[in-house]
């Protein structure tokens, strides 16, 4: 059962940009002590990493594949996580995840993630 809900999703030509915005699913529930990350799953591949934040939103980690194009941000006071992807291209076509530990302040890996979003599609076109 999907405690997060993600937005922003939809269609673009490469080089172009979109906002994926995440919130929990109950808006009593707050996140703001989890670290929070975002992953993507491409059809016929593993869900892998993107980008995590803190939850103080101080430190942030990126996979190589979208370090200097993509910026994780967070605004505890919105309990919100944003993902900014900019020069989209078309190897960033996926299914976009949002996920939060709720053990850890810090990020540690994708297995360490205890809630998740359903997801919001995200295609580029060449």
């Known amino acids: 059962q999907a405690q997060l809900i993600e937005s922003g999703g939809g269609s673009v030509q490469a080089g172009g940009s979109l906002r994926l915005s995440c919130e929990p699913l109950?808006?009593?529930?707050?996140?703001?002590?989890?670290?929070m990350g975002w992953f993507r799953q491409a059809p016929g591949q593993e869900r892998e990493f993107v980008a995590a934040v803190s939850w103080s939103g101080l430190a942030t980690y990126y996979s190589d594949s979208v370090k200097g194009r993509f910026t994780i941000s967070r605004d505890n006071a919105k309990n919100a996580v944003y993902l900014q992807m900019n020069s989209l291209k078309p190897e960033d076509t996926a299914l976009y995840y949002c996920?939060?530990?709720?053990?850890?302040?810090?990020?540690?890996?994708?297995?360490?993630?205890?809630?998740w979003g359903k997801g919001t599609l995200v295609t580029v076109s060449s």
């Open positions: 996920a939060a530990d709720r053990d850890s302040k810090y990020y540690l890996g994708l297995d360490d993630m205890d809630y």
């Open positions: 109950a808006s009593e529930h707050t996140f703001s002590n989890y670290a």
